[in-house]
């Protein structure tokens, strides 16, 4: 039976917290930062939740 493999794109974008959660970068945080004003930036930087809806994503990750 073949190795199964996760999926690249989902590797890169997510990771698993210690309790099974999805955990994902902000959108918007990537370029035209001039005009964002920096409380704004300041919350994107950090990670947030995947919601509960978009859990169907966390079996890209499993291996």
Do not use: C, N, W
Not at 38 to 51: D, F, H, T, Y
């Amino acid at each position: 039976m073949p190795k199964k493999k996760s999926k690249r794109m989902a590797r890169r974008r997510f990771k698993i917290t210690g309790t099974g959660k999805l955990k994902r970068r902000h959108a918007y945080k990537g370029h035209i930062l001039t005009k964002k004003h920096p409380k704004r930036k300041r919350r994107l930087r950090q990670a947030a939740m995947v919601s509960h809806a978009d859990r169907r994503l966390k079996h890209l990750l499993e291996v």
